[in-house]
């Protein structure tokens, strides 16, 4: 594997490989395409699923997420067009819009419900499942609901311009904290040819997903297009190099957690007997 030093010291990180999605279905038949969760790309510790959904087709989306239980994880969902509103059985409820984004720890559990508030236009996201280690697994569910003026927007160089979900950049802080697994979650806008370069705490789990555009990263300037996520290897520093049209992508590490993963529907533990317990833990409404 080569590697080279970026100007400010760190190891560049390496494009180990390169994946498309798989273009399926969930809820209640809402069009989407699984990135990570798939038969082609399992998890990346900690990311267990990635989903992009987009269309303006209202039969593609219209009939939502109806309710449906969690445990043993976190999921974000990030909008990017279009309204989603959602409730669960603890009586939390919100609506999503552009720019949005609603980080739900499930921890011991909960029922909820992600339905469109439109009936035509555009509906475009995505959402992310992120482990949670054995000790806070069981966990009270919390939400952190982020509207799109508390998401900052800073330059990451010229022609390039970064939302912050979570994480840091440039001394400015993403609004979502108190995660166990330190993630950096970003939203980056390349013009035409722009380049975005930035540390990455050595040790996390790191990829980006080229959602509009196209993309060339690493030492070796591997190829990254619209619909590629791009698993990147070890080092200090991430560098990316947009094509000759504006470029969108999301980048995200975190900190892998290194355990046994037991994974059955909506519930991620770590063992078979603790998915058995959550079965019955839910089917007894305990949740």
């Known amino acids: 594997m080569g590697v080279s030093q970026d100007t400010q010291g760190g190891t560049v990180r390496s494009v180990l490989r390169v994946v498309r999605g798989q273009v399926t279905s969930d809820g209640a038949g809402v069009k989407l395409t699984r990135v990570i969760g798939n038969a082609s790309l399992g998890d990346l510790d900690p990311f267990l699923m990635l989903d992009e959904f987009g269309s303006d087709s209202a039969t593609d989306y219209i009939a939502?997420?109806?309710?449906?239980?969690?445990?043993?994880?976190?999921?974000?969902?990030?909008?990017?067009?279009?309204?989603?509103?959602?409730?669960?059985?603890?009586?939390?409820?919100?609506?999503?819009?552009?720019?949005?984004?609603?980080?739900?720890?499930?921890?011991?559990?909960?029922?909820?419900?992600?339905?469109?508030?439109?009936?035509?236009?555009?509906?475009?996201?995505?959402?992310?499942?992120?482990?949670?280690?054995?000790?806070?697994?069981?966990?009270?569910?919390?939400?952190?609901?982020?509207?799109?003026?508390?998401?900052?927007?800073?330059?990451?160089?010229?022609?390039?311009?970064?939302?912050?979900?979570?994480?840091?950049?440039?001394?400015?802080?993403?609004?979502?904290?108190?995660?166990?697994?330190?993630?950096?979650?970003?939203?980056?806008?390349?013009?035409?040819?722009?380049?975005?370069?930035?540390p990455l705490p050595a040790a996390h789990t790191a990829f980006f997903y080229v959602y509009e555009g196209s993309a060339v990263s690493g030492p070796e300037r591997k190829n990254v297009t619209r619909g590629d996520l791009a698993i990147l290897g070890q080092g200090g520093q991430v560098t990316i190099e947009a094509g000759t049209s504006p470029t969108r992508l999301i980048l995200l590490a975190g900190r892998p957690l290194k355990e046994p993963v037991a994974r059955y529907g909506p519930f991620v533990m770590n063992t078979r007997e603790e998915i058995m317990q959550a079965f019955d833990d839910f089917n007894a409404g305990r949740f």
Do not use: C
Request: charged share 20%; aromatic share 8%; net charge negative.
């Open 64 to 198: 939502g997420f109806p309710d449906h239980p969690h445990r043993g994880f976190e999921t974000v969902t990030y909008m990017l067009d279009g309204r989603m509103r959602h409730w669960d059985n603890k009586g939390n409820s919100g609506l999503l819009g552009p720019g949005s984004v609603q980080w739900m720890t499930a921890g011991s559990g909960l029922v909820h419900s992600e339905m469109p508030e439109q009936q035509e236009g555009l509906m475009r996201g995505f959402q992310l499942w992120i482990n949670l280690p054995a000790k806070d697994k069981m966990t009270p569910p919390r939400y952190q609901d982020i509207p799109p003026e508390q998401v900052p927007e800073v330059s990451g160089g010229e022609g390039v311009k970064v939302r912050l979900l979570a994480g840091r950049l440039n001394g400015v802080s993403g609004p979502v904290s108190g995660i166990v697994t330190d993630p950096v979650y970003f939203d980056v806008h390349l013009d035409p040819g722009a380049t975005f370069s930035m």
